[in-house]
Structures are given as C-alpha cells and as structure tokens.
C-alpha cells in the first residue's frame, strides 16, 4: 500500500489530520516514565511506546524526527527501530530526516531511511534540486516531503527572498511539485500566509504542517489557510503538545477535535 | 586545537590542499579488498584503513560521507566510528552530514555528529537559514561548511534562481561568512564560475570543494578561480579517485602534486 493510500484511509478511519511527532529528549520526558534508575533507554522506549498506543486511534500518521536519536547514539538508532516497529500498519510513517544531497549519495540515504522499519515518507531538503529528491520517489509507493517554508525564526534567510518578484519558496513548491506524484510539501504552521500562497499554487499537493502548539502555530489559521477543496491536503502535525501532556490520548482528541472544527468552518464558509 | 588550526597545521606539514572522501560503497570496493566469504564489513573496515594509512601524510583532512554508513545500518554506523577512530589527530575531519533543520531539532543533529570520535567540522543546509546553522557553531573549535553551490547536475534549480539579479547562491555565501568565523562554503569544482564568483563575494572564506575526478572537475580551472591570496582557502576534495586507485598512496601523491602544480602557477601569474 502506498502512502498515500495509507494516509488517506487512516484520515478517513480515524477522522483526522493530525500527525504526531515521536521525538525523544530525556529532559522533556514526563516524570511518570522515569524509573529512577539508569534504564533511561527503556524509559524513552515506554515513552513513546505509550503515545503511540493511546494515540494511535486518533491520528493520520506519525512523524519521528531521526535527529533526536540520532543524538541518543547507537542506541537511539535501536529506540527508533523499536518504536518504528510496535507502529500499528494502518498508520502511515513520516521520517522527518531532511537529507538532500548528490544523487548518488541520495541513493544510500534513501535505502538507509527505507531499510528501517514502516517508514513510508521522507522529509527532504529541496536546495541541491531535483536529482537530491528523485532517488527517494524512485521508491515504489514511498513520498516525499520537500521543505518548502518552514517554521523556525530564521525561515525567511532564504526562503522568502524574491526571486521575479515572487519569494523563494513558491518557486520551491511549483518546481517540487512537478518531481513526482509522490511529492509533498512542507510547510510550517506559523507563517499562516505561506501556507496560503503555497496553496495557491499547489491546489492538490499534500501539505505536511509542523508548528502548531510548542512553537505557536495556529490551528484554526492553518487550516482556513492551506484546507483543500476535498477537506483534506493538510498533515497537521504537533509533538511535544501531545507527547509531553498529562494524557496523551485526552491531548490528541483536542487537537484533532480542534482541527476537524477549523475543517467544519471552511466547510460551512 | 580548532578545526582550521588543525587544518592550517595539516596543510602547511603535508603540503597540500587536498582532501580524501571516505565513502565506502560495497559495490564499488577494489577486488583486492573482497575476502570472498561474508565478511564484507571487515573488508570494508580495511579498506578505509588502508586508505587512511596509505594516504594520510599527503593531505589536509578526511572527509567521511555519513550516507554511505547510514546506508549500512547499525553496523555501517559502527564501521564509522572505527574509521574515524583510526585517522591520526593531526589531521582534521569533515564530516559530510548535510544536515539542516529548526534550532533544538538542529542542535540534537550537532550532538548526534560531534559525539562521534574525531569529528573537527560538518557540513550543513542553508535552507533554514541561520538558526539551523548556529547550532553547529555553537561548539566550541567545530567548524561548519554551509552548501552553497553544489557539484551536482541539478545544483542550478534553486542555487541559481537570480535574487537582485544575483544569484540565490552569492546570497548564501554573503550571509552564511557573517553567521560565525568557524562558517566554511561548499562550492563544487564542477562551476568553476561559481568557484570565482563566490571567491569574489568571501575573499577570505575557506571553501570546501568537491567534484575532482569522478565528477569531472577540473583541478586547474578550481584553483585559478578559489585559491586565496595566501595560496590557500581551497579543501579540494577526491573519494573514488583515490579510494578505488590501485595505489591510494600515488593516487593522492598525484592529486596533491596537480593542485599544487595549479597554486604554483597562481602564484605566478
């Protein structure tokens, strides 16, 4: 089943555009799963392992960003595949990994992502062009989800110089586009007006949207902004909000209460 | 000892300019190396050994390629570690990470690459712009070579698109010089106009410039167009050239002695 495929049947099953990132810092983990002792992998492993299950219902996908166990060492590599495996199969996968490089040697990074286990979708960077983004789509079924705007403080450094009077990063999302059909964008939650130029100029493609909670972005803006006319094209995504919060399962129903409210209004507008 | 002074110190007791990627693909391993049973992580350890020790008083760093370990799994990862392990502390190491994303999700990327033994400097992503690139700098004697203009054939999609009638690529280069002192560029040698351009724009800047051999860059054209007034500024980097010779040792010996040859005629013209 390609990912598209997945993520639209896990959208309609559970009712939901929102993803949920799996990224493990031992100093933000809830109190809760420390054990007190040194097993502070086991920990993270239960961690995430519990967001998953109590989240699972309610989600469109997940969304691990490789970096935080990458951080971990061998180790986190291992809590990765753990956590990548106990992924119920209806749920779709997102490795936020952001890798761009030569053609060749986007080859290897794209079997080093896909050899991993349930991993449908890649992030990638869109700076050294087309041939960095090609040996990920020549995957069978798998995407991609080039950076398009994101959502830090220093975005605009380059993403939003103008190039014929139009900023950088729609000339992004017009050129990605036409890579593959397999092609997403990413767009992040708190520039609310990119992800509605983008949308302009990118109708049908699917929007992955980190941003919302921790870092300020706003639901019912991002929603009203980048929704597509079928009422889907957004993968709303959230991480600490939910994976950090008292109870996983109460914190993802509101935002996926949240959204699917934000989704009614376009619809009723 | 900081990366450039370990690199000043390399360049200066080497002579040279030169530097060796460390890239191991199992496909394209010299014969010589294939112990003929199953044992092709072994023959791939000793095949980057042998590289390092034949050829490491004839250049100015190493530069591993962390797709082609990622590209292996668990033990890839570890037949970094043991590479790195094994390069002599004089010389200076890059590690080609291409990394690049928001600031805490970037810092997570710096530890993950400077926790790994030997690591002196990275590559990294403009695309996110400065937050994703001060997290690298943030450690202390690391260095960082920001991507500028790429070796690769799509380089032009974005790296060329004309900002003020310049473009995008000499922005990068002219803000990434004032992100931190310990910001280096990656500039291909295969757009030795770039090479030129870029020069013009960070006079003092050094280059991190991939693209010799294989990739069809031209040593002579790449030094004429990036060598600072001093006769340095230029990390001129080999992998297959060198790792799949018959000789690494003379493999290096000739790609020092051509660049060389090219900085001596600089120098008098």
């Not at 934000?262 to 507008?269: C, D, E, G, K, W």
């Amino acid at each position: 089943m390609s990912f598209f495929d997945k993520l639209t049947a896990a959208i309609d099953s559970n009712d939901s555009l929102l993803c949920v990132g799996l990224d493990p810092v031992l100093e933000q983990m809830p109190n809760r799963y420390r054990s007190g002792d040194s097993q502070w992998m086991t920990d993270l492993l239960r961690w995430n392992l519990n967001v998953i299950s109590e989240t699972y219902r309610y989600v469109c996908c997940y969304k691990p960003n490789i970096a935080f166990y990458e951080a971990l060492g061998p180790a986190g590599m291992e809590l990765l595949r753990q956590t990548l495996s106990s992924i119920p199969n209806e749920i779709p996968v997102i490795l936020d990994a952001k890798r761009g490089d030569i053609g060749s040697t986007a080859a290897a990074y794209a079997k080093a992502c896909f050899d991993l286990p349930n991993v449908d979708a890649v992030t990638a960077s869109p700076y050294l062009g087309r041939d960095s983004v090609d040996a990920f789509t020549a995957y069978k079924g798998k995407a991609v989800f080039v950076l398009c705007h994101t959502s830090n403080p220093s975005a605009g450094d380059l993403q939003t110089l103008l190039v014929d009077g139009r900023p950088l990063y729609l000339h992004v999302a017009e050129q990605a586009v036409t890579w593959s059909p397999n092609v997403g964008l990413v767009v992040g939650a708190t520039y609310p007006g990119a992800v509605r130029d983008v949308r302009a100029i990118a109708p049908d493609a699917w929007f992955l949207v980190p941003g919302i909670g921790a870092q300020g972005g706003d639901i019912e803006r991002t929603v009203a902004a980048g929704l597509c006319g079928n009422g889907q094209g957004l993968i709303i995504s959230a991480s600490r909000g939910v994976t950090q919060a008292e109870d996983h399962k109460t914190a993802a129903r509101q935002f996926r209460e949240a959204i699917n409210q934000a989704r009614r209004q376009v619809a009723s507008a």
